[in-house]
């Protein structure tokens, strides 16, 4: 098999008392989409974070595409494009504004840069409206921008945190068919996040559950239907983790991680 | 990397240029100050033998301009990190430094426009300046105010967690700052302790460095206007940078 382009080692995040991410170990290959499924606060985000250098490991090491993401920081960066839960485009921008500014932070060369972001706008449909102000967007509209974006400077890997959170049913499934479609023809790695168990069980070549911290099993969904004697993924699951996924459920870790978010700021 | 930096600079430029109000609202007021005491008190003080209170009043308005607007543009970086596009920023393979230098630079540059737009206006109503090479080393000390001002204003911006807090924190720096200095009055006739808090503060020097290239009048001599405006900006550039280094998404 090639080697891996994420790859993730005994790799563990505290804030103080409370261990976000205890010890995770794993791998994703060229070409491979990956699901991170679990309750909320199972340390999905946190782990995001660490992939993408927004948050140092405690202990143990990240590497994508062969690069440290903390020592070797600028390389790391270059390799992967993201999706993050919120919102993170200027507003006060237009669409294409935002492009060309990420254009830049990458060291896109000027002369492929409009074909580039023409191209992207296209693809998500929204070269009608490459010179609105993003304020005026609507949610489905942002999110499609910022897949756009994510992609402008080639990535290997693209993160998407909750991509499909607070989206409809249709935008949902254009969203997934794009990414399929990336995955597929250009070998992108694909590691995604979620609480639901059809976008896992639909989208993902491989599945890791995670539950207060840890990888509680992972494999493809027959392959945690096996490893548990069960006959469908949400039976895998209930057995794995003992209980049902519930989107109102927050433990007591993300209300502590809530407040110590906000003291630090 | 002065790619970066220009694009940075420019999308400071642009939000700015993009909302009316703000600029209208920052040189509103100054323009209120210069007129409101310009006129009313312009009588007292030239019977106090002190001449033109226009001429004395305009370098401290203008410091009050670049003052106001560069401590306030820090809450664009406040609206980054609330708004989420700070993310967008920190992950990019781009020094932390980069991104703050180019946006400190754009903030800077507004300020420092609001400043020389309310000199343009203090012309039309009568302001005469010393000279034009004076005024060219006076556009210098203005922009090294917005430069350490903006600092100050990212730094603020970078710690504090929301809007109330941001004005509050402010209206504590700001005002005290505006008026124990020497922006409204003339410092050789004040009582000693006014003078004593006047000297421990920064932007007496940066109005009486105003005050020397555009009208000739100076309180403490231009070298050392220049030395405590220069270790100032420095020191405000080191606090910049240690917030905003410091952010946690």
């Known amino acids: 098999m090639n080697s891996p382009t994420i790859a993730v080692d005994h790799v563990t995040k505290s804030f103080g008392d409370v261990t976000a991410v205890d010890d995770i170990s794993f791998e994703v290959y ?43 920081q600028a390389a790391a960066r270059k390799a992967f494009g993201v999706v993050f839960q919120d919102p993170s485009l200027d507003d006060e921008l237009t669409a294409y504004e935002n492009m060309e500014l990420h254009a830049v932070l990458y060291g896109l060369p000027r002369a492929m840069l409009n074909e580039r972001i023409d191209m992207l706008l296209k693809l998500v449909e929204l070269d009608a409206r490459r010179g609105s102000y993003v304020k005026t967007f609507s949610g489905g509209m942002k999110r499609r921008l910022e897949i756009a974006r994510g992609l402008l400077h080639e990535p290997q890997i693209l993160f998407l945190d909750e991509p499909t959170l607070g989206l409809d049913t249709q935008t949902r499934n254009v969203l997934w068919a794009y990414v399929r479609e990336l995955s597929r023809d250009r070998k992108m790695t694909i590691f995604f996040t979620t609480h639901y168990l059809e976008e896992a069980e639909d989208i993902a070549d491989r599945i890791g559950i995670v539950d207060r911290g840890k990888i509680v099993a992972m494999g493809t969904v027959d392959e945690l239907r096996q490893q548990t004697g069960t006959d469908s993924l949400e039976g895998a699951y209930l057995a794995l983790t003992g209980k049902a996924i519930r989107d109102e459920e927050v433990s007591a870790g993300d209300n502590m991680r809530a407040h110590m978010r906000a003291r630090r700021r | 990397m002065m790619r970066v930096i220009y694009v940075l600079w420019l999308r400071q430029l642009k939000k700015y240029g993009r909302s009316k109000s703000r600029v209208v609202g920052a040189v509103g007021q100054p323009l209120l100050f ?48 609330m708004l989420g596009f700070l993310k967008e920023l920190l992950v990019a393979p781009v020094p932390r430094l980069t991104i703050l230098l180019g946006s400190v630079l754009g903030g800077a540059t507004t300020g420092f426009l609001q400043g020389a737009l309310v000199l343009l206006v203090s012309l039309a109503i009568g302001f005469r300046p010393y000279s034009l090479p004076l005024t060219l080393v006076a556009f210098a000390i203005m922009a090294m105010l917005a430069i350490g001002m903006t600092s100050l204003g990212a730094g603020l911006g970078s710690i504090i967690d929301n809007m109330p807090g941001f004005q509050a924190v402010n ?10 200095s020497s922006s409204l009055y003339p410092l050789d006739s004040a009582p000693p302790a006014l003078k004593i808090i006047a000297m421990f503060n920064p932007l007496s020097y940066a109005v009486d460095a105003l005050r020397g290239t555009l009208i000739n009048q100076s309180h403490y001599g231009l070298a050392t206007d220049f030395a405590a405006l220069g270790i100032t900006m420095v020191a405000l550039i080191a606090f910049g940078t240690v917030c905003f280094r410091r952010i946690q998404t």
């Open chain 1, 30 to 72: 060229p070409g491979e989409i990956f699901a991170f499924l679990g309750p909320n606060g199972a340390g999905k985000s946190t782990t995001i974070k660490m992939l993408t250098t927004l948050l140092r490991p405690t202990s143990g090491t990240l590497r994508l595409a062969g690069k440290d993401v903390v020592r070797e």
């Open chain 2, 34 to 81: 210069l007129l409101a005491l310009g006129y009313g008190l312009g009588s007292v003080f030239a019977r106090a033998g002190k001449g033109d209170y226009i001429q004395f009043l305009v370098p401290g308005v203008i410091v009050q301009t670049i003052l106001f607007a560069s401590i306030f543009w820090g809450v664009n970086i406040l609206f980054d990190r």
């Open chain 2, 171 to 180: 209206n504590f720096i700001i005002f005290p700052l505006y008026f124990l």
